[in-house]
């Protein structure tokens, strides 16, 4: 008995060895097939993303932060910014932030922290840079594209997503020449069969800038290769090839290889054909705090009938430099700026601002199931207060450069069954607060 019990386990080790050495193998066998040119690429790909650092900072939550001197980071591998001067300061005074203003709501705690100043501080002269690893570039299916949104051709599925919109129109309260001019109208973003919106729009001015006070929430995000947001956007030129500069925050599994919530800023010059990217894992965004990290998570998010965080976040031209600013907090830091060389259309400009969401899958949009990624908190609008993702103190700013609500907005909704939008005034002579988001699918979006 003894003897036979002993053989049974050799053979069950030796079988166990074996499936081990059989894994490693085939691993091995795959790496080399698949891998040998990409690694080789991904190598590269890295050492030019993450430059050598003056300190490394290790967050508790997995992320390291290189603290790169002011002069080294990846902004100036940009062709156009090869003689770049760096402006460390605005020009003109710099705008005051949303909690300056005569409408501060003091329910809503603004965030002032990131997970990783629990570990750390980068020192002036430096600026904090999330390192990119190289498990996030494996997971790319291009690295030439790595951190870019992803691009379809404008009139892809224009007929059947026209149709979906069209559909929900009628929860938006919105008369379409505003938003659906012809289809050779300049100044309109392309109609994405995999990008859900929901947003506050206003248009048809000259905007040099942008701001208000977004909630901070951890939404479901069902695929790693969809993402959730949370943001501000300040467009201008033609649909196919439109300009953006974008800020806010998002939940992106498949860039960051987790399910936090974290700052992030985008940018584009033709509507991500070819351009752009989040954060700085692509040269153009000119960082010059040394306090906040692009793509680094937050400290805290909101809690259903909970504690309310919020993020302040500002866009604005320096109209003596045309280079867009990005403010963050109730002091108003600039982070940095995207410089004025990098655009066309947004060099003098932004025809149209939009606060909302956004939610990125190949199930929205008529597709069937719909994505259970949630946009927001994940509840509906209606919730309102505690419930719903908010943005307050939304405003515009033009060439008269005081901040102003905007003269008329309009909210707009791809699928209002998915994610809804409220624009609520909780008083009747106070300002409307912007709710918006959703669960994805559910009994009415299949």
């Known amino acids: 008995m003894g003897r036979r019990a002993g053989f049974g386990g050799s053979a069950l080790q030796g079988t166990l060895l074996f499936c081990a050495l059989l894994f490693v193998a085939l ?3 795959v790496e080399g097939k698949v891998s040998k040119q990409k690694l080789f690429e991904v190598e590269r790909k890295l050492r030019q993303l993450n430059k050598t650092p003056v300190k490394r900072i ?20 940009h062709p156009a910014l090869k003689n770049h001067k760096i402006q ?15 409408e501060k709501d003091s329910s809503a705690k603004t965030i002032l922290s990131q997970i990783w100043h629990r570990s750390g501080s980068c020192l002036e002269g430096t600026v904090p840079i999330r390192r990119v690893k190289k498990s996030e570039l494996l997971r790319a299916k291009s690295l030439e594209d790595y951190g870019r949104k992803p691009y379809l051709p404008p009139k892809a599925n224009r007929t059947k997503t026209n149709q979906v919109i069209r559909d929900n129109r009628q929860y938006a309260n919105i008369n379409d020449k505003h938003i ?18 929901t947003y506050l729009t206003t248009l048809g001015y000259n905007y040099i800038g942008a701001s208000g006070g977004i909630n901070v929430w951890n939404p479901r995000v069902e695929a790693d290769d969809e993402f959730s947001t949370a943001q501000i956007w300040l467009m201008n030129g033609p649909r196919e090839s ?9 939940v992106n599994p498949k860039l960051f290889g987790d399910r936090r919530t974290r700052l992030f800023a ?6 991500s054909h070819r351009t752009g990217c989040f954060n700085l894992v692509c040269a153009g ?3 010059s705090s040394h306090e906040v990290a692009l793509g680094a998570a937050m400290a805290a998010t909101s809690s259903d009938i909970g504690a309310q965080y919020q993020i302040s976040i500002s866009m604005y031209m320096d109209t003596n430099t045309g280079n867009w600013w990005l403010g963050f907090g109730p002091k108003n830091i600039t982070i940095g700026y995207w410089p004025g060389a990098l655009f066309s259309a947004l060099q003098h400009s932004a025809v149209i601002v939009r606060w909302g969401g956004e939610v990125y899958s190949t199930k929205t949009l008529g597709q069937k199931p719909h994505t259970t990624t949630a946009m927001g908190s994940g509840n509906f609008a209606w919730g309102l207060w505690c419930h719903a993702c908010f943005i307050q103190h939304i ?14 907005e309009y909210p707009m909704a791809d699928e209002a069954d998915c994610y809804g939008i409220v624009s609520n005034r909780p008083q009747p002579l106070a300002e409307p607060i912007l709710y918006f988001g959703g669960p994805g699918r559910n009994n009415f979006c299949p």
Request: proline fraction near 9%; include cysteine; aromatic fraction near 16%.
């Open 27 to 29: 691993s091995f066998r």
């Open 58 to 77: 290790q967050s508790e939550d997995g992320d390291i932060i290189d603290c790169i001197d002011i002069y080294n980071q990846p902004a100036f591998d």
């Open 88 to 102: 460390m300061r605005l020009t003109q005074a710099p705008p005051p932030s949303v909690e300056d203003r005569k």
């Open 180 to 197: 659906f001019p012809s289809d050779e109208g300049p100044n309109l973003t392309a109609l994405d069969p995999h990008r859900s919106t």
């Open 242 to 250: 439109f300009d953006s500069v974008e800020a806010g925050w998002i």
């Open 266 to 271: 985008y940018w584009t010059e033709d509507a």
């Open 285 to 287: 965004f000119v960082q």
């Open 395 to 408: 405003r515009i700013r033009d060439y008269s450069l005081y901040w102003k609500y905007p003269e008329w």
